[in-house]
């Protein structure tokens, strides 16, 4: 984004209504510190519990440090406009917005897509789970997909970099966001749009692509099977993931598909405010309400905190 006259951007936010914004204030830290809560949690128990030490809670931590990172890149910024009345971000910190929102949102893809592969292993492949799912294929997996989230991001923002924002510096949105910033921008804004769609599409059809294949052999691997009680296990197993990954694909997808950013983003912000305040809550549980290893951990680490806080 090329700062040709605006040194600074105004976001509007949600509403100008003040009781409105006290409501979406009082939401919006709730679900922050919720999302803190659950997130850091599940982290603290994988990192301290020696019985989850495999592929599978390796990427569910670094699941839930993503989605920290993510809310985190978004919500404090929109609770501090909102508590100071101050809606003006600078150039910079906007920049550096859409740059974290952008990377761990696409990296969170590729993510949701290592974790269906050893969802798949885990039951197509069972006998060789530990085999196949080493430290060291855990630890390449994590660096691949955080590698995949800056190669996918840089054209579009590269481009992003030569805008030039003349007239308007108000942007229709609680956050600085691609759609929005090329609203307001007075360059030719085609070529961009169109390599943001090619990149999203990209993201989607690979990450998609590796979670459609894998689900399909886990299915045809579970109906195979004698067992009602291996069924209803597997099925367990993946129903977790198989829910986040509806959730963040679709709304994904809603947000990204529309003729051209010139258009209204109102519906947009809406959605947006769900992806970056319930999903962030609603994961946590998701994985650890469907998974007794995570539960017994967890009850492990409170009666241990029980027992060391009364010595």
Same mark, same amino acid.
């Given at each position: 984004?090329?700062? $040709? ?7 509007? $936010? ?31 128990? *994988? ?69 269906? %592969?050893?969802? %798949? ?27 995949? $989230?800056?190669?996918?991001? *840089? ?11 003349? !007239?308007?510096?108000? *942007? ?20 961009? !749009? ?20 894998? %689900?399909? %052999? ?34 994904? *997808? ?8 010139? !258009? ?48």
């Amino acid at each position: 984004m090329r700062n $040709g006259t605006a040194t600074t951007f105004i976001l509007l $936010g949600l509403t100008d209504d003040r009781p409105l914004q006290v409501l979406i204030f009082i939401f919006l830290f709730l679900t922050y510190r919720l999302s803190l809560t659950g997130n850091l949690t599940i982290i603290s128990v *994988i990192l301290l519990d020696s019985h989850l030490k495999t592929a599978m809670y390796c990427f569910l931590q670094n699941f839930s440090f993503l989605e920290i990172s993510f809310t985190s890149a978004c919500i404090p910024r929109y609770l501090y406009n909102i508590a100071t009345g101050d809606k003006v971000i600078t150039y910079n910190a906007c920049a550096s917005q859409v740059f974290f929102t952008d990377l761990f949102g696409v990296t969170n893809f590729f993510l949701l897509a290592a974790m269906s %592969y050893d969802r %798949y292993v885990a039951i197509c492949k069972s006998l060789h789970y530990v085999t196949i799912m080493s430290g060291t294929v855990c630890r390449r997996c994590v660096f691949c997909y955080w590698e995949a $989230g800056p190669f996918i991001i *840089i054209p579009p923002l590269s481009l992003g970099l030569n805008l030039e924002f003349c !007239e308007s510096s108000t *942007i229709d949105h609680f956050l600085c966001d691609a759609s929005p910033l090329l609203k307001i921008s007075c360059s030719n804004t085609w070529f961009m !749009e169109q390599t943001v769609i090619i990149c999203a599409v990209l993201t989607l059809l690979m990450t998609l692509t590796c979670v459609v294949l894998s %689900y399909i %052999y886990i299915i045809k691997t579970i109906l195979g099977s004698p067992s009602d009680h291996q069924k209803k296990k597997a099925f367990s197993t993946c129903s977790s993931h198989m829910i986040v990954v509806s959730i963040t694909c679709g709304s994904c *997808i809603f947000i990204s598909i529309k003729p051209s950013a010139k !258009e209204l983003v109102a519906i947009n912000k809406g959605v947006t405010v769900l992806t970056t305040s319930l999903s962030p809550v609603l994961n946590p549980f998701i994985y650890t309400l469907r998974n007794k290893q995570v539960k017994q951990a967890f009850s492990n680490l409170i009666r241990r905190i029980v027992i060391f806080s009364r010595k």
